[in-house]
């Protein structure tokens, strides 16, 4: 794991969370909860591809 996935998904969290702050001040309230359910699938992806790699280092390791 570097340190460039933790810098991406704080980057994603400012990013979503000032544009839902900007939509909900604009009344416009669905938009900015269907913007951050994005924003968790987005990092959730980036997520799934580091988890794929750590578990085929583990069976690498453990030899399962």
């Known amino acids: 794991m570097d340190i460039s996935l933790i810098l991406k998904i704080a980057g994603i969290g400012i990013l ?5 702050q900007i939509l ?3 009344g416009r309230d669905e938009q900015a909860t269907l913007l951050s ?5 987005i990092v959730m992806l980036l997520i799934v591809s580091e988890l ?13």
Request: positive net charge.
């Open 37 to 41: 359910i994005g924003g968790i699938i």
């Open 24 to 26: 909900s001040k604009s």
């Open 52 to 64: 794929e790699t750590l578990f085929s280092a583990l069976t690498r390791i453990f030899g399962l």
């Open 16 to 20: 979503v969370s000032v544009v839902c």
